[in-house]
């Protein structure tokens, strides 16, 4: 398992984005050398937790709980063939580009080491939004990104930080004892709510607006047999 390349944005102004400031920093490209990835503080207050990576819509993206968003090489590979286009390292915005790692089945909860000095923890999947879907350029992309059995790819927050840097080992150091995976909660989120009241058994490791999404449909409709809700999303996204 290895961390292929870490890519940053910079902010641009684009038409796409509902952001207040009219930017994004969704557009990410591998950098060389060692970069720094740290815990950026509060949802809605912290930034991105990746050096040199701007985040500009802090409603929904940056805070600790969406530090870094990593996406398989291997799920880039699936799209790339499925889209006809060549699709580089950071083209859906994440800031890890992994290989050989079961991202979306990794459980929320579990942690990853990263080189020497970097343990990462999985607190949710990416929920697709308008400024992914403008940046791709893809008709329908939003539904076809949900619906897909690619994955979402993974949130993560910073346990312990430190620099990574491409071509680091990545090793699975812990994961805990449930069963919600990224791929469950994601589906849950955003096909099938009935399931929201089933990964609150990963509440302790959740990120805040999935959490929130699945504590409000458990007050609802108890253990979700009480009551569908069709899809949509929590409002949370990895990439900025």
């Known amino acids: 398992m290895t961390l292929l390349s870490v890519n940053v944005g910079r902010a641009r102004a684009v038409e796409y984005t509902d952001s207040a400031s009219g930017t994004t920093g969704i ?3 591998p950098v060389d050398g060692p970069v720094r990835i740290e815990d950026p503080g509060p949802p809605g207050v912290g930034a991105g937790g990746v050096a040199g990576d701007s985040v500009c819509d802090l409603r ?43 991202v979306n089945g990794a459980l929320i909860g579990e942690r990853w080491r990263i080189g020497d000095d970097v343990v990462l923890e999985v607190t949710g999947g990416r929920i697709p939004c308008r400024t992914f879907a403008g940046f791709l350029g893809e008709k329908g992309w939003v539904k076809r990104f949900t619906q897909s059995t690619a994955g979402p790819g993974a949130l993560l927050r910073v346990i312990e930080p430190g620099e990574v840097r491409a071509g680091d080992p990545i090793t699975v150091v812990h994961r805990p004892d449930h069963h919600v995976t990224v791929a469950l909660l994601h589906h849950a989120a955003t096909a099938e709510r009935t399931l929201l009241p089933e990964t609150l058994a990963a509440a302790e490791w959740m990120e805040s607006g999935l959490l929130a999404l699945a504590r409000r449909y458990a007050d609802a409709y108890g253990d979700g047999r009480g009551g569908a809700d069709g899809g949509g999303g929590s409002g ?4 900025p």
Do not use: I
């Not at 990593?70 to 290989?99: H, I, K, M, Q």
């Not at 949370?236 to 990439?239: I, T, V």
């Open 27 to 29: 557009d990410k490209r």
């Open 60 to 102: 929904f993206h940056g805070g600790r709980d969406r530090a870094a968003y990593a996406f398989a090489r291997e799920d880039l590979d699936r799209w790339e063939a499925e889209l006809g286009r060549p699709l580089v390292n950071g083209s859906f915005g994440e800031n890890l580009t992994t290989l050989g790692l079961d």
């Open 236 to 239: 949370a996204d990895a990439a």
